[in-house]
């Protein structure tokens, strides 16, 4: 998988959900990161993306961990307001893996998706992302 570069993302080995590695994102100065990645897309077509997330416990109560979808057309202009797959907002899944996912449909004159998965208002809360998926 090729995800864009973020200095608050980067690959660990040592927390996966399965494979060798998965997605970190970590920051302790109440930002946060995203990264994203462009799939081709046939229109009309359901798809059921999915994430798995682990956060471990932290005394943050301010962040917020969303996986999102925005359809493009041919010229690559947005179709849809940009469509929320899953969140977890101030919740820590205590360190177990946890899966988000959610059936969509393609708009029609769709012909690629931005996946983005995005964490906002970190203060020394660690996210890890693992076994992204978009597909029927």
Do not use: C, E
């Not at 109440?30 to 994430?51: D, E, N, R």
């Not at 969303?66 to 010229?75: E, G, I, L, R, S």
């Not at 690629?112 to 076994?131: E, G, H, Q």
């Amino acid at each position: 998988d090729v995800w864009s570069k973020n200095a608050k993302f980067t690959r660990d080995t040592a927390t996966v959900h399965s494979g060798s590695a998965s997605g970190k994102f970590f920051a302790a100065d109440g930002t946060g990161g995203q990264t994203t990645q462009t799939i081709a897309v046939s229109g009309g077509t359901p798809y059921v993306p999915s994430l798995w997330v682990n956060i471990p416990n932290t005394t943050d109560t301010k962040y917020s961990v969303t996986y999102q979808v925005t359809w493009k057309d041919a010229a690559n202009v947005t179709i849809t307001p940009v469509q929320t797959v899953g969140a977890f907002t101030n919740t820590s899944t205590n360190g177990a893996w946890q899966q988000i996912s959610k059936p969509l449909t393609a708009p029609t004159n769709a012909v690629k998706v931005i996946v983005t998965i995005k964490v906002t208002s970190m203060n020394n809360v660690t996210v890890f992302v693992d076994d992204a998926y978009f597909g029927p």
